[in-house]
């Protein structure tokens, strides 16, 4: 059976760092990220005894390694929950993202997020998106939030009971817009959350991070736009403040990345306008404001020397119909 799926990426705003449990991917702590649209990842899944083995292929590019061991964990963990019998045949997965990958713009969010809503529904799982959340949660934690969509809380625990994603309530996608500023710096984020316990910041982090999550939460139901976007600012520097005090000590900013945390602090202090910078693992660069503000701050980070485009909120990872398949 053959079925495609679409989901979008996340921008995170309360992230998570560091894997209690590498293989479950279960994370130390809760998240909170929004999805961002139109950009996307279009993702067809097959089962077929025509097939010889699985395949993966993301934009055009065949996958081995640990790439591929990653989408064969999300394949298996579908497989473990169907009982059709066509589950036991070969699948091919093949996936298009409409933008940027490993630049810091969460694109494997996306990627498994489709991945696991098209194989739920090749694998005649009468799944909910809570659900199928679990089943994407053990390629990438962030996924888990891309099926729910708009903003969405991945918790944790050690069970899929405990450790899924739901929507959070707020109307802040009506008046949001989001310029990115792409840095292309090439990253890693499974490296970055393999060291993460190992920073003397970890613990630091940790014990804040639930009063962030709970001020975030509040902010996203009151509507608070100020409120919002100052905290994930605030978690962005916690953030890479960790990682860089980890073992390798990464450092992913690149010049750009600063002066674009520069122009936004300007915009606001100087102009008073609503702007927030927010990045997750990589150099690119969110920049959120309010759709009044939104072309003048996109020229603003473009005259820091960076592609920009003005992205919206995306909604929960869904079905497509059979003309959208990619083979």
């Not at 310029?179 to 003397?200: C, F, I, M, N, Q």
């Not at 509507?223 to 605030?234: I, K, M, P, V, Y």
Request: glycine fraction near 6%.
């Amino acid at each position: 059976m053959k079925a495609t799926a679409m989901a979008h990426p996340i921008q995170g705003l309360v992230k998570y760092h560091g894997m209690r449990d590498d293989i479950k991917r279960f994370p130390y702590h809760d998240s909170i990220s929004v999805c961002t649209a139109p950009s996307h990842t279009r993702t067809t899944v097959e089962f077929s005894m025509d097939y010889d083995e699985d395949t993966f292929i993301v934009d055009g590019e065949e996958l081995d390694g640990r790439a591929y061991e990653r989408v064969e964990a999300v394949v298996e963990k579908a497989r473990s929950k169907s009982d059709a019998a066509h589950t036991v045949y070969p699948v091919r997965l093949e996936s298009e993202n409409s933008f940027p990958s490993n630049v810091g713009l969460g694109s494997s969010s996306s990627g498994f997020a489709a991945a696991a809503m098209a194989l739920a529904e090749a694998a005649d799982l009468d799944a909910s998106r809570q659900e199928i959340s679990t089943i994407a949660r053990v390629g990438s934690a962030s996924s888990a939030r891309a099926v729910t969509g708009a903003f969405s809380q991945l918790y944790t625990g050690l069970n899929d009971e405990d450790c899924h994603s739901e929507r959070i309530p707020s109307d802040l996608h009506e008046n949001l817009k989001i310029v990115v500023g792409l840095v292309p710096y090439h990253k890693e984020t499974e490296d970055a959350h393999r060291e993460a316990a190992d920073s003397h910041m970890f613990q630091a982090r940790n014990a804040h991070i639930h009063g962030q999550i709970a001020e975030m939460r509040d902010a996203l139901r009151d509507n608070d736009f100020e409120r919002t976007f100052e905290l994930a600012e605030q978690d962005s520097l916690s953030l890479a403040a960790t990682t860089m005090t980890g073992p390798s000590g990464w450092v992913y900013w690149q010049p750009a990345t600063l002066a674009i945390f520069n122009t936004v602090r300007e915009l606001r202090e100087e102009e008073d306008i609503p702007v927030y910078f927010s990045t997750d693992t990589g150099a690119s660069v969110y920049v959120n404001t309010t759709e009044e503000y939104a072309e003048q701050v996109e020229e603003a980070v473009a005259d820091c020397g960076v592609s920009t485009t003005i992205w919206d909120v995306g909604g929960p990872a869904k079905l497509l119909d059979e003309d959208q398949h990619l083979f």
